[in-house]
């Protein structure tokens, strides 16, 4: 049976002393308006997550937009695994976060933000997890769903726990362990074998705090806490 690894989408000793180089652009928050504005332009299809009177939250493109915010990707984690089995979906959010830091965050076509649609074609790996690309689907949400659902259960095809599965966590805040029901392990997530142990957790930081011209997301650190309250 053949084993799959996931690789991140970059893996090279150069990207690593990039890390902490300045970027040229800076991108800015997002406001609800304009992007409602422009999907309504492009014909998109937007669902809307109103905000709470202590938090602000801010839309959730369904399927329309390829950059997104903390906030989104946290949003599209609670979908696409709110009607799957296990008890340890919130609780994996923020690890999800985390892990969608080092694997999609930041990248030429999404500076400061969350690229859903990136590949590593070289090593058939794409979206935010950044999973094999011919399971890979477009839609955040049903990303999210193949993540938890496959990749991190006891699946006989690509499971971290399936039986032939190597399982040992990866080390980041929210993760739950291989006894669970779900983990991110690190034969999938492979980002602090490929750049150096914490990768994960620095990409993080620089979610949360900025790099070079990026000043960073103040809603990043809330954004799970919010989607499971709305």
């Given amino acids: 049976m053949a084993v799959y690894q996931t690789i991140p989408t970059t893996s090279t000793a150069e990207d690593d002393a990039l890390l902490d180089a300045p970027k040229t652009k800076k991108p800015l928050l997002r406001l609800a308006g304009a992007a409602l504005f422009v999907a309504f332009a492009l014909g998109a299809t937007v669902a809307y997550v109103a905000p709470s009177k202590s938090s602000s939250v801010e839309p959730v493109l369904d399927a329309s937009s390829r950059c997104l915010t903390a906030a989104e990707v946290a949003a599209a984690w609670k979908a696409g695994t709110d009607n799957s089995c296990?008890?340890?979906?919130?609780?994996?959010?923020?690890?999800?976060?985390?892990?969608?830091?080092?694997?999609?965050?930041?990248?030429?076509?999404?500076?400061?933000?969350?690229?859903?649609?990136?590949?590593?074609?070289?090593?058939?790996?794409?979206?935010?997890?950044?999973?094999?690309?011919?399971?890979?689907?477009?839609?955040?949400?049903?990303?999210?769903?193949?993540?938890y659902d496959q990749y991190m259960s006891d699946n006989i095809d690509y499971g971290c726990r399936a039986s032939w599965s190597n399982c040992v966590p990866v080390n980041v805040e929210g993760n739950q362990g291989c006894d669970s029901s779900h983990t991110f392990c690190r034969r999938v997530w492979?980002?602090?074998?490929?750049?150096?142990?914490?990768?994960?957790?620095?990409?993080?930081?620089?979610?949360?705090?900025?790099?070079?011209?990026?000043?960073?997301?103040?809603?990043?650190?809330?954004?799970?806490?919010?989607?499971?309250?709305?």
């Fill in 190 to 230: 492979t980002g602090d074998s490929e750049h150096s142990e914490g990768y994960y957790n620095r990409q993080w930081n620089y979610v949360v705090n900025g790099r070079g011209d990026y000043n960073g997301d103040p809603l990043a650190e809330s954004a799970c806490d919010n989607a499971y309250r709305n």
């Fill in 86 to 147: 296990g008890n340890s979906k919130e609780q994996l959010c923020e690890a999800s976060l985390r892990i969608a830091a080092g694997e999609s965050w930041d990248t030429p076509q999404c500076p400061g933000l969350f690229d859903s649609s990136t590949e590593d074609v070289a090593n058939n790996r794409g979206g935010l997890w950044q999973i094999i690309s011919q399971t890979a689907p477009s839609s955040p949400v049903e990303q999210a769903r193949m993540v």
